[in-house]
């Protein structure tokens, strides 16, 4: 039985983030509760970010007030925020994503 299945993800993230969540599952061992509560803080921040990209490419990264004067799509400040949550719940997860590298010197010329 695969790791994945043993830790269905939580309810109302997108495929996408369901795919992660799997993924990820299936390569690193997350088995304990702060694992899961980030890895799903994580996703949440994505699926939002996806959700404020989508407006942004929608509406543009400006907008136009009620007295018609140009200003920044608020899209943008929910794109950015749930970005950073995102990287800080990956990075706080310290998942080792680089192979390990060999013992010793690097060889030279």
Not at 63 to 72: A, H, N, P, R, T
Not at 79 to 108: C, I, T, W, Y
Request: proline share 6%.
């Amino acid at each position: 039985m695969a790791k994945s299945s043993t830790h269905p993800a939580p309810k109302g993230l997108s495929p996408a983030a369901v795919a992660w969540w799997k993924r990820l599952h299936g390569e690193f061992d997350l088995t304990d509760e702060a694992a899961k509560f980030l890895l799903e803080s994580a996703l949440r921040s994505f699926d939002r970010m996806s959700e404020a990209a989508a407006l942004v490419a929608r509406h543009g990264i400006v907008v136009s007030d009620k007295f018609g004067q140009l200003k920044s799509n608020p899209a943008t400040t929910v794109e950015r925020d749930s970005r950073a949550a995102m990287h800080a719940a990956f990075k706080q997860l310290n998942l080792d994503v680089l192979p390990p590298m060999k013992v010793g010197r690097p060889s030279g010329r």
